[in-house]
């Protein structure tokens, strides 16, 4: 049976979970929250990297993305970081909703399902 490594594990939630060669993160949002939707997505997607690359994978071998907006207007901005970010030829499946956050500082929340090395 294959065992499961969880990372950075609390009492409600792991920052992720990787299992059988897939890493599983859980919501990532910005640290901080006064920035503009392109400075707080440029944070998140530096938390996704940072993850991945604990659980031996990367930005490359992201399978599904799914990107929340607090806001659908901010579509554009969060779309200019992720544009700069998603290298050529390996953007994922991807789904993006405008949904209530946790909470209100927040303008962008993204959860990601990716391949290990």
């Known amino acids: 049976m294959a065992s499961i490594q969880r990372l950075h594990p609390a009492k409600r939630f792991s920052e992720a979970a990787v299992h059988s060669g897939t890493v599983y993160l859980a919501g990532q ?25 604990e659980a031996g994978s990367d930005k490359t071998r992201i ?14 901005g969060m ?26 500082e927040w303008r962008v929340e993204v959860v990601v399902t990716a391949a290990t090395a």
Do not use: K, S
């Open 29 to 53: 949002v910005a640290d901080d929250a006064t920035q503009d939707i392109v400075g707080q997505t440029r944070q998140v997607l530096a938390a996704i990297d940072r993850l991945l690359g």
């Open 63 to 76: 399978l599904r993305a799914q990107v929340f907006l607090a806001d659908i207007a901010d579509y554009e």
């Open 79 to 104: 779309n200019a970081a992720w544009d700069a970010w998603v290298p050529a030829g390996a953007a994922p499946a991807r789904a993006t909703v405008e949904a209530r956050l946790a909470r209100p």
